[in-house]
């Protein structure tokens, strides 16, 4: 599978962290190494990754360059400067891979990622060119008006919580951001507004994204769990 084909993945890890009360996220201890080494071996030991790029903020381009290159990621071809919005950051990354024919980008602060969600994400992305990660929604969601009255209560069957990885056919992603206008939450809200299908493919409850402290504490428990 996908041996004819370049396969890319780029690592967005160039967030500010604001509500992680001054911890660094990316390189926060997990399991003897630091997040980010976790999120780029899991790409690095993939069969199905040719290319990896990484995109961090400018004050850690320094140090993450220093860190990852004692390494020996053979994978890894370029560590590049992010940008003030993620999308920027993720273009950054884009414009850094070599010629492939697939793009997966992830989230640099999802450390949990497995091998079964980058082999899954490739597998469903061939039906229209788009995947995306996610997980079904399992509280109760309101919607509420302006002033925090609810408007309605979502049936939650059909709601997902989006993750990463999100896999695109190259061309398809590269011309989401050829025609981006304003700001946008995530990769594959660029693919749909191109009227491309993004189908959503099951991720894992366990790839959290560390967004607080809390999180962190969350993910070294799971990261032993997964050990054990």
Same mark, same amino acid.
């Given at each position: ?74 994978? +890894?071809? $370029? !560590? ?5 919005? &993620?999308? @920027?950051?993720?273009?950054? /990354? ?64 059909? +709601?997902? $919580? !989006? ?5 695109? &056919?190259? @061309?398809?992603?590269?011309? /989401? ?38 999180d962190l ?8 769990q997964k050990?054990?």
């Amino acid at each position: 599978m996908f041996k004819s084909q370049k396969v890319g993945a780029i690592i967005v890890a160039a967030g500010r962290g604001e509500r992680m009360g001054g911890i660094d996220k990316i390189f926060a201890p997990l399991g003897g190494a630091t997040v980010l080494e976790h999120v780029v071996g899991v790409f690095e030991t993939s069969p199905y990754i040719d290319f990896i790029t990484v995109v961090l903020r400018s004050d850690n381009l320094a140090y993450g360059e220093s860190l990852l290159r004692q390494k020996s990621l053979v994978k +890894l071809k $370029a !560590i590049c400067q992010g940008g003030a919005r &993620r999308q @920027d950051s993720t273009l950054a /990354g884009i414009s850094a891979l070599p010629p492939c024919q697939w793009i997966l980008i992830h989230d640099g602060a999802r450390p949990l990622l497995n091998q079964n969600q980058i082999t899954a994400g490739l597998e469903t992305a061939q039906e229209t060119g788009a995947a995306t990660a996610a997980v079904p929604i399992t509280d109760t969601i309101k919607l509420s008006d302006k002033n925090c009255y609810v408007k309605e209560t979502l049936p939650r069957q059909q +709601l997902w $919580a !989006i993750q990463t990885p999100q896999v695109f &056919r190259s @061309d398809i992603i590269k011309s /989401g951001y050829r025609q981006i206008i304003g700001d946008v939450t995530d990769d594959a809200t660029l693919v749909e507004a191109l009227g491309v299908r993004v189908k959503i493919y099951m991720g894992s409850y366990n790839n959290i994204k560390l967004t607080t402290p809390a999180d962190l504490v969350l993910a070294q428990t799971l990261f032993q769990q997964k050990g054990t």
